[in-house]
């Protein structure tokens, strides 16, 4: 609870920033057209604020309900029209014209995506090397041949640095096909290949994280369980702790890794741990209270000491990930492509019944994403942002009626019958569009709160 306004207002900038993008598409090409633009509102139901610019008045309003947005222009189909507009109403445009009006949104979605994925790469953002920690037993990465401490360096002959790179490529694979090709190197730089099965990731109906199907995790070292800096007048200071001592057992419990240590005190805020640490060749028994300490996942304990660099030094576990201008123009432009096309293959498959109609999410889960991304930094929300942008405009140029897609499908059959359709026939594709967008929205909303309840 404690999160939830960064959540609620990581969530509200996000779907005010992708509304505003796409009615701002429809609006400049509607201007650019000679169409009279009546209203841009963002959101839906009773207007909270509204004032009026420009020589054509245009009122730009905020609405109560927050989740879409409209252009209103002015139209024969929705009231009378002076004779003296006629000429700048909607529906008196060629289909030409009337097609790059409802096109304009969704291009401007995903012209948003190539903005923010290119500030992302320009500005650069510590990504985790792709580094395996030890796999699953009996997964696909376990019976692949795998091993702990080996860095993936290309995937089926492309190159791949990162973790997300990683998981990206092998997202896309499984999609059409059965077996990915790794190249992998060890600490000496021993070149290796691993044949790793994709098949457990369609198995599964694409539900939940694909690398946990295939057994894949990142490398996490073993760090010796041994003190470094302290903070000054912190718990472990006051309990008579020094660098260099090694922890030997936390409340008679044996300790044998640095991260065993962090689980004992995290348990224990406010409560006395009793240790046994080797000094010198000696051992000593102290007594330390972990102070308590709230985060977000609830009341844990520190003791205000960090662990001391392990001999020879630690393995480089990130790296900073930067491109120049050119070359993050064509990072993201390719990133905002390849994720709108894999965005229409995994829809063709849940309509097929391949992929889950669980991984289907609603506003909620959109919202606990936004303000798990904020947390992480700001390049995570971008790249969230980025995400959520091309879903919007993939979304929005699927053929249904309602959706503009579904009015560019309309003035297709316009130009193969060389008239438009009936109002008649028009108002029953609306009903139909309507109550499709009705059951996304019950089992997007039914798998939210499913995310909820199940935790």
């Known amino acids: 609870m ?51 610019f420009g020589v054509d008045r245009t009122e730009w309003a905020l609405s109560l309900v927050p989740l879409g947005g409209y252009v209103k222009m002015l139209d024969e189909r929705e009231g009378p029209v002076a004779s003296s507009e006629l000429s700048r109403a909607f529906n008196q445009q060629g289909v030409g014209a009337r097609s790059l009006i409802v096109a ?41 041949g795998i091993r702990a401490g080996e860095q993936v360096r290309a995937v089926d002959g ?66 010796p369980p041994v003190l470094g800096a302290l903070t000054p007048g912190g718990p472990a200071e006051q309990a008579g702790l020094q660098p260099g001592d090694r922890v030997i057992a936390i409340d008679g419990a044996a300790i044998a890794a640095w991260h065993e240590v962090v ?30 300490f709230k985060d977000q996942s609830g009341l844990i304990g520190r003791l205000g000491v960090r662990v001391a660099e392990p001999v020879g030094g630690m393995r480089e576990l990130k790296a900073f990930v930067r491109y120049d201008v050119i070359t993050a123009a064509g990072m993201a432009i390719r990133e905002t492509w390849e994720k709108s096309i894999f965005s229409l293959v995994m829809m063709g498959k849940m309509l097929l019944g391949e992929v889950s109609w669980k991984n289907l999410s609603g506003p909620v889960t959109i919202a606990d994403y936004a303000g798990q991304s904020a ?18 405009g993939v979304l929005n140029l699927l053929p249904i009626p ?16 060389r008239r438009p359709l009936s109002e008649r026939a028009m108002e029953i594709g609306q009903r139909i569009g309507l109550s499709l967008i009705f059951v996304l929205m019950a089992f997007a909303f039914f798998n939210d709160i499913n995310r909820l309840v199940s935790g």
Not at 27 to 52: D, E, H, M, N, T
Not at 122 to 130: D, F, N, V
Not at 282 to 290: D, E
Request: with cysteine; aromatic share 10%; glycine share 8%.
């Open 263 to 292: 689980l004992q005190v995290r348990r224990a805020p406010g409560r006395v741990l009793s240790m046994e640490v080797e000094r010198a060749g000696g051992h000593l028994s102290l007594q330390a209270v972990p102070e308590p």
């Open 375 to 392: 947390k992480l930094g700001w390049d995570y929300y971008l790249k969230f942002m980025a995400l959520v942008s091309i879903s919007l």
């Open 402 to 417: 309602v959706l503009d897609g579904g009015h560019l499908m309309y003035h297709m059959i316009e130009v193969v019958r």
């Open 104 to 144: 304009a949104g969704p291009l401007a979605n995903f012209l948003l995506a190539i903005l923010l994925y290119w500030a992302v790469f320009m500005s650069g953002s510590h990504e985790l090397l792709a580094i395996m920690g030890e796999p699953k037993a009996a997964s696909p990465a376990a019976m692949a």
């Open 158 to 223: 492309e190159p791949v640095q990162t973790w997300n790179q990683l998981r990206w490529s092998l997202l896309q694979k499984a999609a059409d096909q059965d077996h990915a090709l790794l190249e992998v190197a060890n600490e000496q730089q021993e070149i290796a290949y691993r044949t790793l099965s994709l098949q457990s990731i369609r198995a599964e109906g694409w539900e939940g994280e694909a690398l946990d199907h295939l057994g894949l995790m990142p490398f996490r070292p073993v760090l």
């Open 2 to 52: 404690n999160d939830f306004p960064l959540y609620a207002a990581a969530f509200v900038v996000v779907l005010s920033v992708l509304i505003f993008f796409h009615e701002l598409g429809h609006y400049l090409a509607a201007r650019y057209c000679g169409v009279k633009v009546l209203r841009f509102s963002i959101g839906f139901g009773p207007v909270v604020w509204q004032r009026q």
